[in-house]
């Protein structure tokens, strides 16, 4: 069975950083688009940031951009998201997605498109 499993969640101070590590169970994950998404109490799960395949092409919801970043690392069958000047409205469940081909980053970008889910892991940023 296809597996997504997150780590790296916390609790840290505004104005610091997290990294989260997303790792796939099957090499067949290096084809694959993956991203993160996330879901604050009471909200709509939300579009983070995504990233082709290769690495090449990566998106970013606006609220995070210049503060996240994306990367993947295939050999290892994992995807990072490095968090930057954490905000307390960053506070949220933050899920890993991957959407099998032919679905693309621009597609998690754009459409929502998740073909397999993480279970999630709690980020929690303290004002």
């Known amino acids: 069975q296809v597996q997504l499993v997150e780590s790296g969640g916390g609790l840290v101070q505004a104005g610091g950083s997290l990294r989260l590590s997303c790792a796939a169970s099957?090499?067949?994950?290096?084809?694959?688009?993956m991203g993160w998404f996330r879901q604050a109490p009471g909200k709509e799960r939300e579009f983070v940031s995504a990233?082709?395949?290769?690495?090449?092409?990566?998106y970013y919801t606006d609220s995070v951009k210049g503060r996240f970043t994306i990367s993947r690392d295939n050999a290892k069958n994992t995807v990072y998201l490095l968090m930057n000047t954490l905000k307390p409205e960053d506070t949220a469940v933050y899920y890993c997605?991957?959407?099998?081909?032919?679905?693309?980053?621009?597609?998690?970008?754009?459409?929502?498109?998740?073909?397999?889910w993480g279970q999630g892991t709690q980020v929690t940023v303290s004002s």
């Open positions: 990233i082709s395949w290769s690495g090449a092409s990566t």
């Open positions: 997605a991957a959407a099998r081909p032919p679905l693309s980053a621009r597609d998690m970008a754009r459409l929502n498109a998740v073909t397999y």
């Open positions: 099957e090499r067949t994950f290096s084809c694959y688009p």
